[in-house]
């Protein structure tokens, strides 16, 4: 057990945000384990220059890949998620085991135009995109308090727009550029996602767990997009016990 400890689980954040959506879920982590764990900023993102040039799923995977540890447990959001499935097939021996969050999977036609509305929305009007991202993540009854609610607006309105589209085109598609590769992931891998969440479905997770050979899948009740903000327990605690499992 002291062998896997020393392994890190590594983070990663959906578009628009940055590291900090993490850090409740980091501290309940880091009451059941004492492993290292490492959030990282993706392109464009945070702490990174802004995103100019060619995007796409395999370019932000090669930079993600670039500030990796040797070998890691890792662990996507939304697009975030895309990315690490990316990672879990073309760079196997750096991804210990994979675990999904809010991930979208083979999305349909209805759900392929839903985002891409979203996408034009913030081309037009970034700001108001923004707030309608809070009400579709934060509405009334969620539990999230309200000061947690304004530090993920800040963190949407300080993005550099042109990265922030770059990034939504590859959220937008990523799933079509992953899809058929999915069946190639070897390593122990969990789909976790919320019950309410709209965007990010209990059926996306469903086709997810069916895509990847032996995967699991956890659908946590009452909760929505933003599981790890939301329900940082109960999440940390799944996780925790899958890579514990995996492990053994």
């Known amino acids: 057990m002291a062998r896997e400890n020393s392994t890190p689980l590594v983070l990663l954040h959906g578009v628009g945000l940055d590291r900090s959506m993490w850090g409740a879920f980091r501290e309940e982590y ?28 395999a370019v932000f995977a090669d930079d993600v890949a670039a500030r990796l540890p ?13 990315i690490a499935q990316t990672l879990a097939v073309h760079r196997p021996d750096r991804v210990a085991s994979l675990t999904s969050v809010s991930s979208v999977c083979r ?3 209805s759900e392929r135009a839903s985002v891409a509305a ?11 995109a923004a707030a309608a991202s809070i009400d579709r993540w934060y509405p009334a009854g969620t539990g999230v308090d309200d000061a947690v609610v304004d530090a993920t607006r800040r963190v949407l309105l300080a993005n550099d727009v042109e990265s922030f589209l770059a990034a939504y085109g ?7 550029e992953i899809g058929p590769d999915l069946g190639r992931i070897g390593q122990p891998a969990l ?14 997770t469903r086709r997810l767990t069916a895509a990847i050979p032996g995967a699991r899948a956890v659908v946590v009740p009452g909760a929505r ?3 790890p903000v939301q329900c940082p327990r109960a999440l940390a605690e799944t996780i925790h016990r899958f890579i514990d499992e995996s492990s053994t």
Do not use: K
């Open 30 to 57: 880091a009451r059941l384990s004492a492993r290292e764990i490492i959030a990282l900023d993706l392109p464009g993102h945070g702490s990174q220059p802004p995103w100019r040039g060619e995007a796409d799923l």
């Open 70 to 82: 040797r070998v890691c447990h890792l662990v996507g959001f939304s697009l975030g998620a895309l």
């Open 107 to 109: 999305r349909n036609e």
């Open 118 to 128: 979203r996408r034009e929305q913030a081309i037009a009007d970034f700001p108001a």
């Open 170 to 176: 590859v959220f937008a598609t990523g799933d079509a």
């Open 191 to 204: 789909n976790v996602t919320g019950e309410l969440d709209p965007g990010s479905t209990p059926e996306m």
């Open 225 to 227: 997009h933003m599981l």
